[in-house]
């Protein structure tokens, strides 16, 4: 996937970013039927598959966080497989083909597993409040 350009768009609502295929180029859609046709010619595919524009939402909630996470830490891993993850599914949503869909499931699974974890961690850490409190209100009916 090439990226001709990156712009900060006021069109795009509710997604992050949106991909839109280049002026003299094939829209996501050509490109998919051309690359099922039986006498393809893969000079001809290579030359209209043109760059795209990349537009980005800046007041998305998900774009501020990751740009408040990026410079907090600009080697962080978690954001940058994020940041990936987001751009693949923003593919995929734009009606392009991904170039490797298995990286694209293991990614989205880790990120399942690791939301997943999260939400195991917050149930352990309200229960342990809920019991704290009981406790507490229980020593105070014993004095």
Not at 13 to 24: I, L, M
Not at 119 to 131: P, S
Request: charged share 25%.
């Amino acid at each position: 996937m090439s990226i001709e350009k990156v712009i900060i768009s006021g069109c795009v609502v509710d997604s992050p970013y949106c991909f839109v295929a280049g002026e003299h180029g094939w829209t996501a859609n050509m490109k998919r039927i051309m690359k099922k046709q039986a006498f393809r010619d893969s000079i001809m595919t290579r030359y209209m598959s043109s760059k795209k524009t990349m537009e980005l939402n800046l007041v998305n909630a998900i774009m501020d966080e990751l740009r408040k996470r990026a410079y907090a830490d600009k080697n962080n891993k978690f954001v940058k497989d994020l940041v990936m993850l987001q751009f693949e599914m923003v593919l995929l949503s734009s009606g392009f083909i991904l170039d490797d869909p298995n990286t694209f499931t293991i990614e989205s699974t880790e990120c399942l597993n690791f939301v997943s974890l999260l939400m195991r961690i917050v149930a352990m850490l309200m229960l342990t409040y809920q019991n704290y409190r009981i406790l507490k209100l229980t020593l105070r009916a014993a004095r």
